[in-house]
């Protein structure tokens, strides 16, 4: 919806990198780069928090590549922080890519 922001994370194993926009797919702020640890995870969720108060969104849902198991601390976590999660199939990141 027009309330919400979308993040976008490309997963590694040691940093992970994420993107966000907004419903119309305009990027909102700059990416940013953290740790894949608690420490990158509470960097990464202040800064979802803050592009939502700047931009005045109300929500957030952040979309990530399931890569090998480098994905699974992040999504725990971001799901017990009440973030909405959701895995995006490789392939149509792929085809994405391409357009």
Do not use: C
């Given at each position: 919806?027009?309330?919400?922001?979308?993040?976008?994370?490309?997963?590694?194993?040691?940093?992970?990198?994420?993107?966000?926009?907004?419903?119309?797919?305009?990027?909102?702020?700059?990416?940013?780069?953290?740790?894949?640890?608690?420490?990158?995870?509470?960097?990464?969720?202040?800064?979802?928090?803050?592009?939502?108060?700047?931009?005045?969104?109300?929500?957030?849902?952040?979309?990530?590549?399931?890569?090998?198991?480098?994905?699974?601390?992040?999504?725990?976590?971001?799901?017990?922080?009440?973030v909405e999660?959701?895995?995006?199939?490789?392939?149509?990141?792929?085809?994405?890519?391409?357009?």
């Amino acid at each position: 919806t027009n309330r919400h922001l979308v993040v976008g994370i490309d997963i590694a194993q040691q940093f992970h990198v994420a993107r966000a926009v907004n419903y119309r797919g305009i990027v909102v702020g700059h990416p940013l780069t953290f740790e894949n640890n608690d420490e990158g995870f509470t960097k990464f969720l202040s800064w979802i928090k803050e592009l939502k108060r700047i931009n005045r969104l109300d929500t957030a849902i952040v979309g990530m590549e399931p890569t090998g198991h480098y994905w699974l601390n992040l999504s725990k976590w971001l799901v017990e922080q009440n973030v909405e999660v959701v895995t995006v199939n490789p392939h149509l990141v792929k085809r994405n890519k391409e357009n």
